[in-house]
C-alpha cells in the first residue's frame, strides 16, 4: 500500500517547503519538493492543501500511570490523547505501581504497551538508592534512560544518598534524566508557610515552597555530578531562569547536543503564577510554575538553544484529588493532547519558529535518546506524521478531552491550531479527533 501526502507545507530538518510525501507500508519512500506529483503509482491521496506537515511529536516525558493507578489514566486511554494530539511516540516515567525499578517490572510494561498502546512506546527505568547493578542488566537498545528522583521524589522514589548518587553517575551508561529540587529546602519552606498561612497553605504559596532555590542547588548538584564522571543528564522540567545558567548551547563539537541538556514543560512554557488565581490547582505540578520571568527565560532558551527539547511531563489525576492547598492537593496535569496545539501557538506570538518547535519536540528527543528511524521525515524512516492546520479556530471543552482524567487546565481556551491527522507507521491513527482503536504502536528501538 502506498499513500500519496500532497498539498501540504513540510516543516523538517531546519527547512519549511512545499511537497508531498509517499509512504510505503510503514515507512517514509520519497520526499518530493514541489508542488508536482511525484512519479510513483500511489493507492491512496491524503490532500493536505492549507496544512503544515510535521514530523510526529516524541514525548520524552509522560506518566501513563499503568500499572496500578489505573483509576486516574492507562495506557490505553493515555495513548489516545497523545495519538489525538499529534504524538506518536512516548516515553513513560517509572512512579507506577509497582515502580519500575526492577527487571521484572520493566518487562511488565512493554508486555502491557504491546496489546494497549495506540502509538508507539517506551520506558524509563528507575534509580533508588540500592539498585545500581541492576544497570548492567538493562537493554540499551530497548530504554531511552535512568529515571532519577534526586533530593524530592515522586512515588517515594527519592534517591538522597550521595553515595548513591555517585555510583549512579559513574555507572550509566545511557541518559540520566532527572528530577530536580531539593527535599531539605522544600521541607524547611513548608515548614515556615505553614506557621504562617495554616496546615495547607493555598496553592499561590506552592512556588514559594518548592523555590527557585530548591530547584538551582539540586540542578547545580546533577550538573557537578555529571560533568565529574562525563555523564550524559538530562535535567527534566526546568523551570526557573537562574537553573538555565547551568546550561550551555550547543557547539559544532557537540554533534547537536551537548552531553547536558535541559527540558522545559509545555506547562512551564504557557504558564505563571498568575494563573494560579483563574486556574488554582489544576496547574499545581512539581516543580511549580513560577514567575512571569522565568517563563519569559525559559521562552527565550527555546530559541538561544539552552533548553533542548520540550515534552509534557503528562501527569494525570482525578480532578477530586486536586482539592485543597499546597499540602493537600496533588501534583501534576495531563497536557499531551494539546502540548502540541499550545506550542504552535506561542509559534504564533513569536516566541519560536515553527522549525525550531519541530527540532525541540521531535528532532531532538530522537537524537537525545538514539531513537532508531523516528523523529525525523527521511526516505527509510518510520511514516510518524502530524498534519495540523492553522486558522481553525475551536474551543476545547470535557468532550474533546480523551485522557481518563477528562479534564484539562486548558478547557475553555479557543486555539487557532488543530492537530488534523495523526499516521503512526503509515498508519492514520487519529483523523479530525477520532482515534483508531484497533491500532497499536511499536515498541522504540534505541539505536546504541
Known amino acids: ?123 524509563f527505568f528507575g534509580a533508588t538508592n540500592d539498585n545500581v547493578d541492576l544497570f548492567a542488566q538493562l537493554d540499551a537498545h530497548r530504554i531511552p534512560g535512568i529515571k532519577l528522583f534526586m533530593g524530592s521524589s515522586t512515588g517515594n522514589m527519592l534517591v538522597d544518598r550521595r553515595e548513591a548518587l555517585e555510583r549512579i553517575f559513574k555507572t550509566a551508561q545511557m541518559p540520566v534524566m532527572v528530577h530536580c529540587e531539593d527535599t531539605a529546602i522544600i521541607s524547611r519552606n513548608m515548614a515556615e508557610a505553614q506557621q504562617h498561612y495554616g496546615d495547607d497553605p493555598a496553592v499561590s504559596h506552592h512556588p514559594e515552597i518548592r523555590s527557585a532555590e530548591a530547584c538551582y542547588e539540586s540542578t547545580r548538584l546533577a550538573v557537578e555530578l555529571a560533568r565529574k564522571y562525563s555523564a550524559r543528564l538530562h535535567v527534566a522540567h526546568v523551570s526557573t531562569a537562574r537553573e538555565l545558567s547551568l546550561f550551555e548551547p550547543p557547539t559544532a563539537a557537540d554533534a547537536l547536543l551537548p552531553m547536558i541538556t535541559a527540558e522545559a514543560t509545555v506547562s512551564h512554557l504557557y504558564f505563571s503564577d498568575r494563573d494560579y488565581q483563574r486556574l488554582g490547582t489544576r496547574i499545581k505540578c512539581n516543580p511549580a510554575i513560577k514567575t512571569e520571568n522565568d517563563r519569559d527565560a525559559l521562552q527565550q532558551a527555546l530559541t538561544s538553544g539552552r533548553i533542548a527539547v520540550i515534552g509534557t511531563d503528562h501527569a494525570p489525576h482525578q480532578l477530586a484529588e486536586k482539592a485543597g492547598g499546597c499540602r493537600r492537593a496533588v501534583s501534576g496535569m495531563p497536557m499531551v493532547q494539546f502540548s502540541l496545539v499550545t506550542m504552535l501557538e506561542l509559534v504564533d506570538r513569536g516566541v519560536l519558529t515553527i522549525e525550531r518547535l519541530v527540532e525541540l519536540m521531535c528532532h531532538n528527543p530522537a537524537r537525545l535518546f538514539s531513537v532508531s528511524r523516528r523523529g525525523f521525515l527521511r526516505p527509510g524512516y518510520r511514516a510518524d506524521i502530524a498534519i495540523v492546520r492553522p486558522g481553525r479556530l475551536w474551543t476545547l471543552t470535557a468532550d474533546n478531552i480523551l485522557s481518563k482524567c477528562k479534564w484539562s487546565p486548558l478547557e475553555g481556551h479557543t486555539f487557532r491550531w488543530q492537530v488534523q491527522r495523526t499516521i503512526c507507521n503509515g498508519h492514520t491513527v487519529c483523523l479530525d479527533g477520532r482515534v483508531d482503536t484497533d491500532y497499536i504502536g511499536e515498541e522504540l528501538i534505541i539505536a546504541r
Do not use: W
Open 1 to 123: 500500500m502506498r499513500t500519496l501526502i500532497e498539498g501540504g507545507t513540510i516543516v523538517n530538518e531546519g527547512r519549511v517547503f512545499d511537497g508531498s510525501i509517499v509512504i510505503e507500508g510503514e515507512d517514509i519512500l520519497t520526499i518530493t519538493e514541489g508542488l508536482r506529483r511525484p512519479e510513483v503509482s500511489v493507492d491512496h491521496v491524503i490532500d493536505a492543501s492549507g496544512c503544515f506537515v510535521l514530523p510526529g511529536v516524541i514525548d520524552d516525558h509522560v506518566h501513563f500511570r499503568e500499572p496500578g493507578l489505573t483509576a486516574k489514566a492507562d495506557i490505553d486511554t493515555e495513548s489516545q490523547a497523545a495519538a489525538a494530539g499529534g504524538v506518536t511516540s512516548f516515553m513513560d516515567m517509572p512512579n507506577t505501581v509497582p515502580q519500575t525499578t526492577t527487571l521484572e517490572a520493566l518487562d511488565e510494561k512493554f508486555r502491557l504497551a504491546a496489546t494497549k498502546s495506540h502509538v508507539n512506546y517506551s520506558f
